[in-house]
């Protein structure tokens, strides 16, 4: 079947994700309020849902109508042929918002919606009640400017659920973040990884992902992979074809430090989790005393944010401290997020280059600083 597949993202990392698509074959699709439109079939949901790292949710769209009367909405979202996307056994729940519009009820569009596909379903399957006890589907709707856009969510939770963070760390960095902070960044297999204050272990356990080319949803499931009028296959290939192309680099060099003991536990417990336990060396340690031999690494981390004006002072005297830490590394490379203002005056140097970026809602600022470059070969 030919679907409308949206892929949605954060804001400030739409150009990241815009080039993993590319690398999954979909080229030069552009976004529009965070959100990629292009069509393929049950494959490419799959696929998208495997393997972009840094998208939030992939969904598909079925249909779009100008909406300023709750009668327009019922007919226009009866009107889709909701029995070839949904078993008439399923659970389904009905999500939105309304933005700028005539409608702006959030809970009488759910309930609305909710009754014209009960009402459609019913009716194909000739009988008068759902049941409603088997798979889940998550209808989400949208009704911005008075136009209303309705989609089924492929992903189920968002996809930042890799399935290896099960318990809570204080202030974890989302891990579509860590990925699209991780992309922007100069690492790769070949380079020494860091992060001095790892917390729960979101990035060096992301950054072993990606340098093992495991697939970010190889450890957990989607809502498409249960429905049972979606292409089976689609799901089981995809699996396969992500089992198939992990390659496993023993000579990575990847660690996460943190001064606080049951951090480096949880870290290890996700890390485990993740099944690259084995291949990130996890150490309680201050950051001030981070120090390597090699040459050329790569730091990406986010330090504590100081939240409260007492914390600020705190957290600014420890950026000028790790400044002194970083200044012994001429050579490495640091991606640094924080909501901290005037960090690079705490820091004590303005970065090469900054980017705004949103750690769920909390705004942040992604500083980089960039190492010296190794030597050309023929150098
Ligand atoms: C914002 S959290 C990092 C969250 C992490 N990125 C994650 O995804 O879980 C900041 C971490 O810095 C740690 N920390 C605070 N001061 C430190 C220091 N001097 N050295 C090392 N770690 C420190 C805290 O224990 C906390 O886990």
């Known amino acids: 079947m030919n679907y409308n597949i949206c892929v949605t993202t954060a804001f400030g990392i739409e150009g990241i994700t815009k080039r993993e698509l590319a690398k999954l074959g979909k080229e030069n699709i552009p976004a529009k309020n ?14 998208c849902n495997m393997f972009l790292r840094t998208a939030e949710r992939v969904y598909i769209k079925l249909s779009e109508f100008p909406c300023t009367t709750f009668d327009q909405l019922f007919e226009g979202t009866a009107k889709i042929q909701w029995s070839e996307y949904i078993n008439f056994e399923g659970q389904i729940v009905v999500n939105g918002k309304c933005v700028n519009s005539i409608i702006y009820g959030i809970s009488a569009s759910q309930a609305i919606i909710k009754k014209a596909i009960v009402v459609s379903l019913t009716k194909s399957k000739g009988i008068k009640i759902l049941p409603e006890t088997a798979e889940r589907y998550k209808v989400e709707f949208s009704i911005i400017d008075d136009v209303c856009s309705i989609y089924l969510d492929t992903s189920g939770l968002g996809l930042h659920k890799r399935g290896y963070r099960d318990l809570v760390g204080e202030a974890s960095i989302k891990e579509t973040l860590a990925a699209a902070i991780l ?6 297999k070949d380079k020494e990884f860091a992060d001095p204050f790892c917390g729960s272990g979101t990035f060096p356990i992301e950054a072993c992902l990606y340098a093992n080319n495991i697939a970010p949803g190889i450890n957990r499931s989607f809502d498409f992979a249960s429905w049972k009028v979606f292409n089976k296959d689609a799901y089981n290939v995809t699996l396969e074809q992500a089992k198939d192309e992990i390659k496993i680099n023993k000579n990575i060099r990847i660690a996460g430090y943190d001064i606080d003991k049951n951090s480096i536990k949880l870290a290890m417990h996700h890390a485990e989790k993740a099944g690259v336990r084995e291949y990130i060396h996890f150490q309680c340690r201050n950051a001030l005393d981070f120090s390597s031999h090699r040459s050329y690494g ?36 640091l991606y640094l997020i924080t909501s901290l203002p005037g960090f690079e005056y705490a820091f004590g140097k303005k970065a090469d280059k900054n980017r705004k970026l949103f750690n769920g809602k909390i705004e942040c600022r992604l500083y980089q600083y960039l190492g010296k470059k190794p030597p050309k070969k023929n150098d």
């Open 34 to 47: 965070g959100m990629f439109s292009f069509y393929g079939n049950e494959f490419d949901v799959a696929k």
């Open 183 to 188: 992309e922007l960044s100069v690492f790769n």
């Open 298 to 333: 790569v730091i990406c981390t986010n330090p504590p944010y100081g939240e409260r004006l007492s914390n600020e002072k705190e957290v600014s005297a420890l950026m000028k401290a790790f400044a002194e830490t970083f200044a012994k590394l001429p050579d490495w490379s």
